[in-house]
């Protein structure tokens, strides 16, 4: 049964059109994310579903009776309810259900059995049974837990918590109200790793339907079920995990530019047919020709998206030992945030901090490079390091300045550099004259990016980098780490920046730091125990194969079967290489590149397929009982 159904939904603000043509469906038990770059219009198309925002045309239909329940980027406003109440208040007065009840029970037991009294207890039952029954309370303690909250601060006031705080407070007031449709807008927002896990187990256990939107790639393919991509005003349907659409897009992709460039070539071959030909002997082949390249429906040439792209520029080498702490305390007022006897942090390691919310880590690394003071111990740069550091929270970016402006302040580069390089992070043309003031979060982040690739340093403290980017800039941003020669400090709760970058690990547990060597898989690994590491090995002992006694003599044709299936492995790799070429943002914003790949994509393509044909022929005759 459809959930969603949405038919023919447009919407513009001003001249700008957000959503064209949008249709879809989304089916109960279905958990549809939905993909596009910032500004396409995915946040509108939530809130015109909750009914927030009306469409200028097009239907929303949901079942009557249905409930909503939208979550986005808006925390509550910051006043005097309790975290507890203002969590319950999508269930309705459900503690005066409650109670009315319990009057009504009463009355029916001292012998009321009248119409009005049974139809009010039915009314009753059915309230509470929405809210999830008598154990409503339990629910509502166990998302508020689960999103890292403690007990305790379901009696504390909204005005007491912080702005993330108040951001996951909206999260859990949103899936406590049980809806039979559920809309999510960046539902990962300050969420801890903890967090994180527990909220992918929720969804995925949700009985409705979810229309989320999310930059996290982990997160996405951990609870997706379809892909619906928005762009250029329309949607697009994907039946498939978020993996599989990724793959799918980039064979799409490589198919419309074959597509594009034989009609092309077609095109060019009748064109030169009818100009050489116009008169003479061949005049009337070539009408002919020409009445046949009028009637071709063109292939539009494929668009693509401009990605972000940009890399690190050479630095200065730094001693071996980068950075050297002994003994460190951190303190937060009176309280205790952790003890640290000591690391080194050596030249070109990539450390990444991780732990939960209000753990520190923040405190961490600005204590690291001297942003703070430590309560007590020894934090030593090493010679020639250069610190540039990313916050999260700072944004000394100046308001009434243009996006050159505030890019050439603080820098040795001309202006023609700096045009160079905000072209690499989508500031193209005319865009450097925008005023910082009326940038989005993303295009801010972009630019402030920019600014901290521009100071040549070789030590990047990144304090959550990838906050308000598209999934694009986040691949754009791993990339450039990955090929940064310098040292990189790395906080994030995004689990595939941490993957793709971490070397090392430095993970706050009990008041304690706690270094491992590897990236977050490994860390991952480690903290789940001896466990796993001993199922890995047994299970590996219990299969591993027999060893081969007396073993039959392998005929010619046997042994072309085990020859072809080696070429077929090879080749396959090579095509998965060439796919993840497809897939690189720096190839995809080469167009030369990008079509010279897609081509190689293709032809392998061809000749695996020839491979195929090769190998079924040939395991036939090994198989037949002329070759036996």
Not at 74 to 103: H, I, K, N, Q
Not at 396 to 403: I, W
Not at 526 to 538: L, N, P
Request: charged share 30%.
């Amino acid at each position: 049964m459809a959930s969603i159904h949405l038919a023919g939904i447009t919407k513009s603000f001003g001249a700008r059109t957000v959503l064209g043509d949008v249709s879809l469906r989304v089916a109960t038990g279905e958990r549809i994310c939905l993909i596009g770059r910032n500004g396409v219009g995915k946040t509108t198309l939530l809130r015109i579903i909750a009914g927030e925002v009306n469409a200028d045309s097009g239907e929303v239909g949901i079942p009557k009776g249905w409930r909503v329940a939208l979550h986005d980027q808006r925390p509550p406003r910051a006043d005097g309810r309790t975290l507890g109440a203002y969590v319950a208040e999508l269930l309705g007065d459900v503690e005066a259900v409650e109670r009315s009840l319990g009057e009504l029970e009463a009355a029916m037991a001292g012998g009321d059995h009248s119409d009005a009294t049974m139809h009010a207890y039915s009314d009753a039952q059915r309230a509470l049974d929405q809210a999830g029954g008598y154990g409503w309370r339990v629910h509502v303690e166990a998302v508020v837990r689960g999103l890292g909250f403690n007990d305790s601060d379901l009696e504390r006031e909204l005005s007491t918590f912080s702005g993330g705080e108040l951001t996951r407070a909206a999260l859990a007031r949103t899936l406590s109200a049980k809806p039979d449709i559920l809309l999510l807008d960046e539902p990962t927002n300050h969420l801890d790793l903890k967090s994180l896990d527990w909220l992918e187990g929720e969804l995925s256990d949700f009985p409705g339907a979810i229309l989320l939107v999310s930059h996290d790639r982990w997160f996405l393919e951990a609870v997706s079920t379809g892909v619906v991509e928005l762009g250029r005003g329309r949607a697009k349907v994907y039946n498939m995990k978020y993996s599989a659409y990724r793959k799918e897009r980039i064979l799409e992709e490589t198919q419309a530019v074959d597509a594009f460039e034989k009609q092309q070539e077609e095109i060019e071959r009748l064109e030169r047919f009818i100009s050489r030909f116009s008169a003479g002997t061949r005049a009337k082949q070539a009408k002919s020709l020409g009445k046949k390249l009028a009637k071709i429906e063109r292939v539009e040439m494929p668009r693509r998206d401009v990605a972000m792209k940009f890399g690190f520029p050479k630095t200065a080498k730094p001693s071996r030992v980068v950075m050297e702490v002994e003994d460190l305390t951190l303190t937060a007022g009176d309280r205790i945030l952790f003890e640290l006897g000591g690391f080194v942090l050596e030249r070109g390691r990539r450390m990444a901090v991780i732990g939960p919310n209000g753990a520190g880590k923040t405190t961490l690394v600005e204590t690291l490079i001297g942003e703070r003071e430590s309560a007590g111990g020894t934090i030593k740069l090493g010679h020639n390091v250069e610190v540039a550091y990313f916050s999260q929270h700072a944004d000394d970016l100046p308001p009434h300045a243009t996006v050159l402006e505030a890019m050439s302040a603080g820098n040795k580069l001309g202006t023609t550099d700096c045009r160079t390089l905000l072209g690499r992070f989508l500031f193209p043309g005319s865009e450097v004259e925008k005023k910082v003031e009326v940038l989005s979060g993303g295009e801010r982040r972009r630019l402030l990016l920019a600014r901290m690739v521009a100071t040549g340093a070789n030590l990047l403290v990144l304090d959550e980098p990838t906050n308000h980017l598209d999934v694009e800039a986040r691949e754009a941003l791993e990339e450039a780490l990955d090929a940064f020669e310098g040292t990189v400090l790395l906080v994030s709760h995004d689990r595939a920046l941490i993957d793709a970058v971490a070397d090392e690990t430095l993970s706050v547990e009990g008041g304690t730091l706690v270094r491992r060597d590897g990236d977050y898989n490994d860390f991952v690994a480690a903290t789940a125990g001896g466990v796993q590491t001993k199922t890995v090995k047994k299970v590996a002992s219990a299969t591993a194969p027999p060893k081969k006694r007396n073993a039959p003599k392998t005929t010619p044709e046997q042994k072309r079967v085990r020859e072809l299936e080696a070429e077929v492995t090879a080749k396959e790799q090579t095509i998965a290489a060439l796919e993840a070429e497809l897939e690189d943002a720096s190839v995809r914003a080469d167009h030369q590149l990008f079509i010279q790949t897609a081509k190689a994509h293709s032809q392998r393509q061809e000749e695996l397929k020839a491979l195929m044909k090769e190998w079924e022929a040939a395991e036939i005759a090994a198989n037949s009982p002329v070759s036996g």
